[in-house]
C-alpha cells in the first residue's frame, strides 16, 4: 500500500466517515443510533460525510485496502464500505443483517451448502435447507433451480420462526435470542463431534 493510500485511510477513521449515499437508507442509520449532522460543504469529496457514531460503535480497515468495517460495542462487524480516492466518485456500502438466507460455495461453486443463520464460519445455523452438487446435474440449470428451492424452504423457516429476520436492526440485542445461538452453536459442535467419531470408527 502507497503513502497516499494509507494516509486517506487514516482520514477515513479517525474523521469517522461514512458515504454520503447510505444503504438501505439514512433513516435506518439513524434507527442505530448514528447522527448525521454535516453540511454539504464539509463533505470528503462529495462521496463520504463526518459522522456521530452510537456509544462503543467504530471504524476499521477491512481485509481489502479500500474496505471498511463498521463494528459494534460488542466488536461485531454490522456494516461495511468500500472507498478508492483515485477510482470512485461512489461508495459501495451496506449493513449486514443478523440472520438471513445464505449459500456457503466449495469447489470452484460447484457445491453450495443453504443454511438460515448467522453469517460467518462461526455463526450460528438454525437451519440446513440442503446441499446441490453441480456434478450430479447435466445442466447448469438444475444444479441452480436445486439451491432455489432450498433458499426458498430457508426462507419459509425464517418467515415463521424469526418473522423479523428482513428488519436488518432485529435479533441483535436480545437476550432471549442470544440464548437459542448458543444453543445452536452447541448443537453443531456435539453433531461435528459425533461425526468425526463415526468416521474414525469405520475408518478402524
Known amino acids: ?19 454520503v449515499h447510505l444503504k438501505p437508507s ?10 448525521f449532522d454535516c453540511e454539504p460543504g464539509k463533505q470528503f469529496r462529495g462521496v463520504l460525510q463526518p ?23 460488542k466488536q461485531r462487524e454490522r456494516g461495511w464500505f468500500f472507498y478508492h480516492a483515485d477510482l470512485d466518485s461512489v461508495a459501495p456500502n451496506g449493513l ?29 445455523r438454525f437451519l440446513v435447507a440442503g446441499s446441490a452438487d453441480r456434478s450430479k446435474h447435466k445442466v447448469r440449470g438444475d444444479y441452480l433451480s436445486e439451491i432455489a428451492e432450498y433458499e426458498a424452504f430457508a426462507a419459509s423457516y425464517g418467515d415463521k420462526v424469526y418473522p423479523k429476520y428482513k428488519d436488518i436492526t432485529a435479533y441483535w440485542d436480545d437476550s432471549n435470542f442470544e440464548e437459542q445461538v448458543k444453543q445452536a452453536k452447541k448443537k453443531a459442535l456435539q453433531t461435528f463431534i459425533k461425526t468425526n467419531q463415526l468416521k474414525l470408527f469405520e475408518q478402524n
Do not use: H
Open 26 to 35: 439514512k433513516e435506518v442509520y439513524e434507527k442505530l443510533g448514528f447522527v
Open 51 to 73: 459522522v456521530v457514531f452510537p456509544p462503543g460503535w467504530s471504524l476499521k480497515v477491512g481485509t481489502n485496502p479500500t474496505g471498511f468495517i463498521i463494528t459494534d460495542e
Open 96 to 124: 449486514n443483517y443478523r440472520l438471513a438466507v445464505r449459500n456457503e460455495y466449495s469447489d470452484n461453486k460447484n457445491k453450495c451448502t443453504v443454511y438460515f443463520g448467522e453469517d460467518g464460519s462461526g455463526g450460528a
Open 1 to 19: 500500500m502507497n503513502e497516499r493510500s494509507q494516509e486517506l485511510q487514516s482520514i477515513i477513521i479517525q474523521s469517522r466517515l461514512l458515504p
